[in-house]
């Protein structure tokens, strides 16, 4: 596993998977949610039927969504994880659930192995800035889960 940090916005990646932290209240208000939300409006089509199905229980899941059409001019995003770590959220405090977010990561490393996804994208600081994580715990978390897949963990933040 490799970790590189790239200073661009993370629509603009060469991957074809973005993962992102997302809370079970189907808002997709702010942040990367709100931009992939806007960007690829499966993403939030996902969330609602998610958010119906299993309700609370989406806490500790990872959704893969599928993108039949993008907008942007480098057409590579094929998929957006939404990883539902956080019960719910705010601007204060921390929001993110540790271990829901930890198994929303193991659920991701399973089901993009038989897709044969060698590199995907987060947002820096993922389950950290607006979720209110600590950022060193998560990326633990994130290296711990990756370790010997082989697959690479592009972060992007922003300029």
């Known amino acids: 596993m490799n970790i590189t940090t790239h200073t661009k916005d993370i629509l603009f990646t060469e991957d074809t998977l973005i993962a992102h932290c997302c809370n079970i209240q189907n808002t997709m208000g702010s942040g ?5 939300r806007t960007t690829f409006p499966e993403v939030y089509t996902a969330d609602t ?50 271990e829901a977010f930890y198994q ?12 044969g996804i060698t590199s995907l994208s987060m947002p ?23 370790d010997m897949t082989g697959i690479t963990i592009n972060l992007y933040k922003l300029n």
């Open 32 to 36: 990367v949610a709100k931009a992939l």
């Open 49 to 98: 039927k998610a958010y119906i199905t299993y309700g609370k229980n989406l806490l500790g899941r990872c959704e893969l969504v599928t993108i039949t059409k993008s907008s942007l001019p480098v057409n590579t995003i094929k998929y957006v994880a939404n990883l539902y770590g956080q019960p719910n959220y705010g601007v204060i405090g921390r929001h993110v659930d540790y």
């Open 104 to 115: 929303a990561l193991e659920s991701l490393r399973d089901q993009v192995r038989p897709l």
């Open 124 to 146: 820096y600081k993922i389950a950290s800035d607006r979720a209110g994580g600590h950022w060193p715990i998560v990326l633990e978390m994130i290296k711990h889960i990756f």
